[in-house]
């Protein structure tokens, strides 16, 4: 049964404003203050997306990956990232030993069954996962799981094991060894590792999830319009850390999280390093690195302002094309964003057209969803502009969340010297296009005295 408060909460929470236009600086869309939803707000969309996805998305999951049954185990304080997600909204941790058994129902007649969820736990966890361990019948929890496992007879068993995707290993040791001790010689056969189940499950997003990613964005980029104004920054005086510290309050004390500190650096004419810190001056081109999490997602945003000279009202012509570069560096990737093409193959197309056309690049972008950094393809990485082994052989799949983060370098005339754009966009991929969720930065934000 879907939580009835769900379509008024979403219709309170989401704003007017247009998620594919190009964000200009300081636009009154921009300075529109939007207030996150109450805790409880939060918590009733967090356990409808749940159930959503439990019906919706975890079936097909199960039998794309070819599992029948899917074990999570986890203790206090130590908890399966995968595992993490599954919690309702008002569990921040699991309690004492908790391990969540999902098994594949199939089709039967024609109709799809879906999954059964139960907790091997002292508790009913949240109202999906229910309670189907007694102590006081039954005192040995890794028995009590046999037992299950026997009654459902699974052809096979994932555990959350993975040499390469951190998210998708989240078993511990101890928890493995207890639980094959307990488990008859003949299950232990079926095992397998759920690695792509598990990414399947963190990566793929459902509709209600990406309108709200939009809000997300939009007070991710909010955070950024106003840490690089007049308002905040004084030319001549303000170093880049208090910019920092000012946006990481923003955030904080709006209610929401940031999954990293706010990092801002900048570009000066003669200076070598494109990612200087130090007190900002007028002629400075600068950068943010900003990542703000709401209703358990993640954004993922850089961007860039310029601090204008006596007597400028824009950059200087040669910063401007460098962002145009920029851009059309993105679209030249998200051109290539197909179904089923993997983070590599998309990886080495974008970086051979962009080199065709006459470009600079380098491309490093990666899912985002349940963390910042997420699990799926790799496209790219900052230090290594080449084919990654494994993770970048993973495939692209609908319906997943990514950063598109890049940057490119152009000379610039007035400054005599190189300018690196690095540029970064929440952005989701629907199964046939990119879709940035709340714009993408084409303009240079001002910094007027």
Do not use: C
Request: aromatic share 8%; proline share 5%.
């Amino acid at each position: 049964m879907r939580l009835l408060p769900t379509m008024s909460l979403l219709a309170g929470a989401l704003l007017s404003f247009s998620a594919t236009a190009p964000v200009q600086a300081h636009t009154d869309s921009e300075r529109d203050a939007i207030e996150p939803l109450s805790l409880e707000a939060r918590g009733l969309l967090i356990d409808d997306w749940m159930e959503q996805r439990m019906e919706s998305v975890l079936p097909n999951l199960m039998r794309r990956s070819g599992i029948d049954m899917w074990i999570l185990i986890s203790r206090e304080n130590n908890e399966d990232p995968t595992l993490m997600t599954m919690l309702p909204s008002d569990w921040f941790k699991a309690r004492r030993r908790t391990i969540l058994v999902l098994t594949d129902r199939g089709i039967v007649d024609g109709v799809d069954r879906g999954v059964e969820a139960l907790a091997v736990a002292r508790y009913d966890v949240g109202t999906l996962f229910k309670k189907a361990w007694e102590p006081e019948t039954q005192p040995d929890q890794w028995a009590r799981l046999v037992e299950i496992i026997a009654e459902r007879d699974p052809a096979t068993i994932g555990l959350n094991q993975s040499d390469f995707f951190a998210q998708a290993d989240g078993l511990v040791a101890t928890d493995k060894e207890q639980f094959l001790e307990a488990l008859p010689a003949h299950y232990e056969e079926r095992i397998v590792s759920a690695e792509k189940l598990a990414i399947g499950w963190l990566e793929t997003r459902i509709q209600d999830e990406i309108n709200l990613y939009r809000v997300a964005t939009k007070y991710a980029t909010q955070v950024i319009e106003q840490g690089f104004s007049d308002a905040v920054i004084e030319p001549g005086k303000t170093h880049t850390s208090q910019v920092e510290w000012w946006m990481l309050e923003r955030i904080k004390g709006a209610g929401l999280d940031a999954w990293f500190p706010p990092t801002v650096t900048l570009q000066r004419q003669g200076g070598a390093n494109p990612r200087m810190t130090g007190v900002i001056e007028r002629g400075d081109l600068l950068h943010v690195d900003i990542g703000v999490t709401y209703l358990r997602l993640n954004t993922d945003t850089q961007r860039h302002a310029y601090v204008l000279r006596e007597g400028e009202t824009e950059a200087p012509e040669s910063l401007q094309q460098a962002l145009r570069n920029g851009n059309q560096l993105q679209d030249i990737l998200t051109s290539n964003f197909v179904t089923g093409q993997t983070g590599n193959e998309i990886l080495l197309k974008s970086l051979a057209e962009a080199r065709e056309a006459g470009l600079r690049p380098s491309i490093y972008s990666h899912p985002i969803g349940y963390y910042g950094h997420g699990s799926g393809p790799t496209i790219g990485m900052w230090d290594k502009q080449e084919a990654i082994p494994v993770n970048g052989d993973y495939p692209l799949y609908p319906m997943t969340a990514h950063s598109i983060e890049l940057n490119n370098t152009t000379y610039s005339d007035e400054w005599d010297q190189d300018v690196v754009i690095q540029l970064e966009e929440s952005s989701w991929f629907d199964g046939q296009k990119v879709d940035y969720l709340f714009g993408r930065q084409t303009e240079f934000y001002l910094v007027r005295d």
